[in-house]
Nanobody
Framework: QAQLVESGGGLVQPGGSLRLSCAAS????????MSWYRQAPGKERELVAT????????NYEDSVKGRFTISRDNAKNTVYLQMNSLKPDDTAVYYC????????????WGQGTQVTVSS
């Protein structure tokens, strides 16, 4: 059974840093593109960052470019999101997502981890 478990969220002051982790199990991690999404209260879920299967290509939402870095370790079945220079607008629940098309479309979600940026 596919499972994604996020960790690393918490409360941080503006300008601070956090590193989110997402541990995958139950599927072949290296065959999936991985993404981080976030959803703030009263807002729609938005894509934050994506990394391709081998980690060669990354993409970022404009507001996080230069501050956030997505990476992955296929040997550990884990994807990371390093978040620096955090702002109150980054406050949201952050979700890990895995997608692949292997004859069928596969799309898995984690349960989310809360990130709160406040003084």
């Amino acid at each position: 059974q596919a499972q994604l478990v996020e960790s690393g969220g918490g409360l941080v002051q503006p300008g601070g840093s956090l590193r989110l982790s997402c541990a995958a199990s139950g599927f072949t991690f290296s065959r999936f593109d991985m993404s981080w999404y976030r959803q703030a209260p009263g807002k729609e879920r938005e894509l934050v960052a994506t990394i391709t299967r081998a980690g060669v290509i990354t993409n970022y939402e404009d507001s996080v470019k230069g501050r956030f870095t997505i990476s992955r370790d296929n040997a550990k079945n884990t994807v990371y999101l390093q978040m620096n220079s955090l702002k109150p607008d980054d406050t949201a629940v952050y979700y890990c997502n895995a997608v692949a098309t292997i004859f069928l479309r596969y799309n898995y979600w984690g349960q989310g981890t809360q990130v709160t940026v406040s003084s």
